[in-house]
């Protein structure tokens, strides 16, 4: 799998957005993965890395 660019930043602001969920990545294979529902696939979306832990809100 091709390495992506990070980019590492603060603060974040995003417009025009239907919603967010907050969501924890689990192991796949060698990788990782993040759950999200299929009404989803095929739309352009946005992982936000923070750093504290929590927000287990599944």
């Given at each position: 799998m091709k390495k992506l660019?990070?980019?590492n930043r603060?603060?974040?602001k995003v417009?025009?957005?239907e919603?967010?969920?907050v969501r924890?990545?689990?192991r796949?294979?060698?990788g990782a993965k993040v759950d999200c529902?299929?009404?989803y696939i095929g739309k352009m979306v946005y992982v936000v890395v923070c750093k504290e832990e929590g927000g287990d809100e599944e």
């Open positions: 660019d990070f980019v603060t603060t974040l417009e025009n957005i919603g967010f969920m924890k990545v689990t796949f294979g060698t529902l299929k009404e």
